[in-house]
């Protein structure tokens, strides 16, 4: 059975980190496009971060998490990361993972960032 399960959220102060995990199972990992999003309270889901399969060689990142989030695989383990440095407020949301063109979705990771 195909499956996405992310873990690592909760709550950081800001300035704080975190890295979120999402391991995948029933998939053949290493060919997979993975792509993190989130959610905040009342709002859509925005597209947070994407890495190509394999070697994961190319990542892109929305604007308001560049320089700050780095999206990263490990496909012995079929897990693709999310370190979350220099968290603000508005980054408080519900994370979760894709397999990039599918509806193959994780139950999300709350983040809360507050002093």
């Known amino acids: 059975q195909e499956q996405l399960v992310e873990s690592g959220g909760g709550l950081v102060q800001p300035g704080g980190s975190l890295r979120l995990s999402c391991v995948a199972s029933?998939?053949?990992?290493?060919?997979?496009?993975m792509r993190w999003y989130r959610q905040a309270p009342g709002k859509e889901r925005d597209f947070v971060a994407y890495?190509?399969?394999?070697?994961?060689?190319?990542?892109t990142y929305a604007d308001s998490v560049k320089g700050r989030f780095t999206i990263s695989r490990d496909n012995t383990k079929n897990t693709v990361y999310l370190q979350m440095n220099s968290l603000k407020h508005e980054d408080t949301a519900v994370y979760y993972c894709?397999?990039?063109?599918?509806?193959?979705w994780g139950q999300g990771t709350q983040v809360t960032v507050s002093s």
């Open positions: 894709n397999v990039a063109g599918t509806e193959h």
């Open positions: 029933g998939f053949a990992f290493s060919i997979l496009t």
């Open positions: 890495i190509s399969s394999g070697t994961g060689s190319t990542t």
